[in-house]
């Protein structure tokens, strides 16, 4: 419950700040609420099965099943995004996201990076991309994310790294486009 709850608050924050940012107050979290439910909440949905098996932990394979689910969703919501007429920087944040969502699940094909540690390095160096030095006491929430994937006996240490390593090219996307 940690790492799902906690883990994606980073990237929430980033996306609801750049439709904030983007001059249109409310509506512009609205913005950044509808690119959450492609890039996190309809996916989690659609894949809670394959991430959540019976057997314990999730096989290779549903891994990255489960992170092609994602990018489809993110890619169909980047779309809708851009069609409906959504801020610049809400479209390019979920590209940075969806680029970061590719990586990661090339690299599931080969290891098991942790994917929450993933997406919460990528929302954090996403709110520290958009709000600066303002923004880094948010590198606090991978502390219970990683605590609780170690707790669980989901990934180690190197996983956790791993997985942090692939969501800091959500900034770098970012930034570049």
């Given at each position: 419950?940690?790492?799902?709850?906690?883990?994606?608050?980073?990237?929430?924050?980033?996306?609801?700040?750049?439709?904030?940012?983007?001059?249109?107050?409310?509506?512009?979290?609205?913005?950044?609420?509808?690119?959450?439910?492609?890039?996190?909440?309809?996916p989690y949905l659609a894949?809670?099965?394959?991430?959540?098996?019976?057997?314990?932990?999730?096989?290779?394979?549903?891994?990255?099943?489960?992170?092609?689910?994602?990018?489809?969703?993110?890619?169909?919501?980047?779309?809708?995004?851009?069609?409906?007429?959504?801020?610049?920087?809400?479209?390019?944040?979920?590209?940075?996201?969806?680029?970061?969502?590719?990586?990661?699940?090339?690299?599931?094909?080969?290891?098991?990076?942790?994917?929450?540690?993933?997406?919460?390095?990528?929302?954090?160096?996403?709110?520290?991309a958009l709000?600066?030095?303002?923004?880094?006491?948010?590198?606090?929430?991978?502390?219970?994310?990683?605590?609780?994937?170690?707790?669980?006996?989901?990934?180690?240490?190197?996983?956790?790294?791993?997985?942090?390593?692939?969501?800091?090219?959500?900034?770098?996307?970012?930034?570049?486009?």
């Open positions: 419950i940690v790492s799902d709850v906690v883990g994606p608050l980073p990237v929430i924050a980033a996306l609801c700040g750049a439709g904030f940012r983007a001059g249109q107050s409310v509506r512009g979290l609205g913005w950044g609420l509808l690119a959450i439910v492609f890039a996190g909440i309809a894949t809670w099965r394959l991430r959540h098996p019976s057997g314990g932990r999730p096989t290779q394979a549903a891994r990255v099943t489960y992170m092609a689910c994602v990018a489809m969703s993110g890619l169909l919501g980047l779309l809708v995004l851009r069609r409906l007429g959504a801020p610049v920087d809400v479209c390019r944040m979920t590209g940075a996201i969806l680029v970061t969502v590719v990586l990661q699940a090339a690299a599931n094909m080969r290891w098991r990076w942790s994917n929450h540690c993933a997406a919460t390095a990528a929302g954090i160096g996403l709110l520290i709000y600066g030095p303002r923004a880094v006491w948010s590198v606090i929430a991978l502390v219970p994310v990683g605590w609780a994937r170690l707790d669980l006996g989901r990934h180690n240490a190197l996983e956790l790294i791993g997985g942090v390593a692939v969501g800091l090219v959500a900034p770098l996307c970012y930034l570049a486009s």
